[in-house]
């Protein structure tokens, strides 16, 4: 795989991939840009260098409707305040006024592409999207090693028409994953929570060969339980993930589960309790005080750790306590420790606690993906590049 120094930029009109995918609030303004911090480096070396840079991404998913409030003028603004440069933002991302912008584009600018998910071509990595997109650049950069995981054409398809390298950012998550996936310090132990069930049901199988302790919490502790028989009267998580959970053997002593949970009706707290006595028009909104004592007892044994999405709501404070003593128990150990994902990043971010952390990666599924087997399609994309 060829790296951002490894290709003469110079005069050259560099198309990078980023992960703008940045959380908006409800005024359309950024609550965190993490991500946009991370590939600065890669931008700036773009423009010190002369390259003329065009930037694209996606923000959310408009499922190839052009949706106002995903545009990315919040990203442009952001970007201006770190730059001291106005990126010019194009009305689309494709097209021959696109191209018009692209061609006229000036040595140590920017042209940051509108959202890549307004066009339903993009995640169904069709050809002649991936064409268009390809006609604005000379050069590929990927620096989104957070979206490696996913089988879009801004991903693998780009490579097969562009000379392309990964950027610093790419880089840097690739090798100081790579530590944790080929030689672990033991204990390794990981934390795996959040919403996202299609991208964290399917390595937790790897993940049972690899570590020595899985703790689940989030969402996805309650669709295993659910899938079990364990949590009733609630909707069943859907086929592909109830495939992937079947296959896993709830007595596995690596794997851990919630033993407690904090029950809530109408996001009002009710009572700590198993998770099986949750009725029906009640939901386990966080891990319960229990879980928390025997989740952070492993953690203070822990050589390595890594963790990927929150363990309870934490959007409401009252259903944060679970991920904050979690959080707080690998600040206090002695482990090297990773965490990743947007919703994980800005949750240790708004409490302070990011600084407790060896590294901060801007991916979630993708982190998982990656150490569950050593392998994304976007960094195969990059190896197989012309």
Known sequence: MKYITDLDVKGKRVLVRCDFNVP??????????????????????????????????????????????????PVQKRLSEELGILPVLAKDCIGKEVESLANKLQEGRILLLENLRFHKEETENDLDFTKALSKLGEIFINDGFSVSHREHASIIGIPKFLPSAAGFLFKEEFETLSKILKKPKKPLVGIIGGAKLNTKIKPIKNFLEKVDFLLIGGKVANAILEAKGIIVGKPLPEEEVLKEIEKL???????????????????????????????????????????????SQIISQAKTIFWAGPLGKVEEKQFAIGSLGIARAIGESKAFSIAGGNDTISFLREYNLADKFSYLSTAGGAMLDFLSDGDLVGIRALEESR
């Open 249 to 295: 053997d709830l007595t596995n002593p690596k794997l851990r589960l919630p033993i407690d949970a904090t029950i809530a009706l109408d996001n009002i707290y009710i009572r700590n309790a198993g998770p099986a006595s949750a009725r029906r028009d009640e939901l386990a909104l966080d891990i319960g005080a229990e879980t928390i004592k025997i989740f």
């Open 24 to 73: 908006l609030n409800k005024n359309g303004t950024l609550e965190d840009d993490f991500r946009i911090e991370r590939t600065l480096p890669t931008i700036k070396y773009l423009i010190e260098n002369k390259a003329k840079v065009i930037l694209m991404s996606h923000l959310g998913n408009p499922d190839g409707a052009i949706k106002k409030g995903l545009s990315l003028l």
